[in-house]
């Protein structure tokens, strides 16, 4: 299925005592480019977050935002001893010497930085919990990729439909243009009111015809055409492919508007390349 590169997904995996939500937002870029933001106890499992990122996507810009909260307000707290006999000795000195000096209750003597530690996490935990809610994350914004993505190929569709009509009217077309622009010919020369050889005459105007004919054009502007549906219904990434059929059906509309003969055909010609530009404008944003 077609996926797009922009979306946005956010989830939340709660373990034991810890709760860690992870946001994602994504947007088109020619490769796949990873940003995390996180706390500092999860930077060593960076390289993990990104190999499951590289699972789930292969181009776009990609930026993580990672957040852990202590789901158990319960949890166990311990005093530093350290901390707290460093305190105490400094509150000596202090009191020898300003001894008239009021004493800190315990209640403040806890609020000293330092003196309270809460327990940490266990780092087996944090971890698995941090990749359990970025690959549920990962997993909802590929979700909400693939449903952009399906807006864009249905988009792309159309206009790839309505080349087609295009296409057909002008092989319709086809027979009248050549028999036109042969008469043409026809009457300018009998303008200039020369003589010609008429064997002669009939060479260099079928020279002219073959210059002029666009079946070749147009045959090739139809299996393009039909490679673009092939790319969309595929399972893969398409991105890269859709951006060079792009390229391919620009210079062949490009073509067929110079070898135009009639105004007709050249506004068909222009009206095939503002269809590419839209199908390209979309495909920007396919992976």
Do not use: W
């Not at 994504?26 to 480019?33: G, I």
């Not at 993580?64 to 350290?82: E, K, Y």
């Not at 010609?269 to 503002?274: A, D, G, I, Q, R």
């Amino acid at each position: 299925m077609t996926q797009s590169m922009t979306g946005f997904a956010r989830a939340s995996v709660t373990t034991g005592a810890v709760t860690v939500t992870v946001e994602c937002r994504s947007v088109n870029n020619r490769y796949l480019d990873l940003h995390f933001r996180m706390p500092d106890n999860l930077r060593g499992m960076e390289s993990v977050l990104r190999t499951r990122a590289n699972e789930y996507c292969s181009r776009g810009k990609l930026e993580f935002v990672i957040r852990t909260l202590d789901a158990d307000c319960d949890a166990p707290t311990a005093i530093n001893a350290t901390r707290l006999s460093a305190l105490q000795g400094a509150l000596g000195q202090i009191e020898n010497a300003f001894p008239e000096a009021a004493k800190p209750d315990q209640l403040a003597l806890l609020l000293a930085p330092g003196i309270l530690v809460e327990q940490e996490t266990d780092p087996e935990t944090l971890h698995a919990t941090a990749l359990a809610a970025t690959s549920d994350c990962l997993a909802g914004l590929r979700e909400n990729r693939l449903q952009e993505g399906e807006k864009l190929a249905e988009m792309i569709r159309q206009r790839a439909d309505l080349m087609r009509g295009h296409l057909q009217d002008l092989r319709e077309q086809l027979p009248e243009l050549q028999k036109a622009h042969r008469q043409k010919l026809l009457d300018r020369l009998n303008a200039v009111d020369i003589e010609a050889d008429p064997v002669r005459l009939e060479e260099e105007i079928v020279y002219i015809l073959q210059r002029a004919d666009v079946e070749e054009e147009m045959d090739r502007l139809e299996a393009h055409l039909d490679a673009i549906e092939t790319a969309l219904a595929g399972n893969g990434p398409c991105g890269r492919r859709l951006d060079f059929l792009m390229q391919e059906l620009n210079r062949e509309a490009n073509t067929l508007g110079s070898k135009s003969t009639a105004l007709s055909t050249t506004n068909m010609s222009v009206e095939f390349k503002v269809l590419i530009e839209q199908m390209r404008e979309q495909i920007q944003n396919i992976e």
